[in-house]
Nanobody, 119 residues
Framework: QVQLVESGGGLVQAGGSLRLSCAASGRPFSTYAMGWFRQAPGKEREFVAAVAWSGGYTIYADSVKGRFTISRDNAKNTVYLQMNSLKPEDTAVYYC????????????WGQGTQVTVSS
């Protein structure tokens, strides 16, 4: 089992930037992929980005490609999501996830961090 704690959310104007962090503990961090998902009010949780255990392979949802960057620091047991050029439609609760494979959701989730983008 993996314990995950997100941080870095907040309120930002459209066009602004935020960086989310997710600290992991439990199983050795470098043995699993990591992903970010988000859930807006009234909508289902959706995939945002994922990174392989090595950090060398990443995938993104089309809606964030070119604006968001996922990365990980295995020495710090932390995964990041750098979000630039934010849009009001990016408003959601963002969750990190420990996954068996890149892009596949695993069973371990954080508590989420709220991101609100004002127009």
């Amino acid at each position: 089992q993996v314990q995950l704690v997100e941080s870095g959310g907040g309120l930002v104007q459209a066009g602004g930037s935020l960086r989310l962090s997710c600290a992991a503990s439990g199983r050795p961090f470098s043995t699993y992929a990591m992903g970010w998902f988000r859930q807006a009010p009234g909508k289902e949780r959706e995939f945002v980005a994922a990174v392989a255990w090595s950090g060398g392979y990443t995938i993104y949802a089309d809606s964030v490609k070119g604006r968001f960057t996922i990365s990980r620091d295995n020495a710090k047991n932390t995964v990041y999501l750098q979000m630039n050029s934010l849009k009001p439609e990016d408003t959601a609760v963002y969750y990190c996830n420990a996954a068996p494979r890149t892009g596949v959701a695993g069973n371990d989730w954080g508590q989420g961090t709220q991101v609100t983008v004002s127009s």
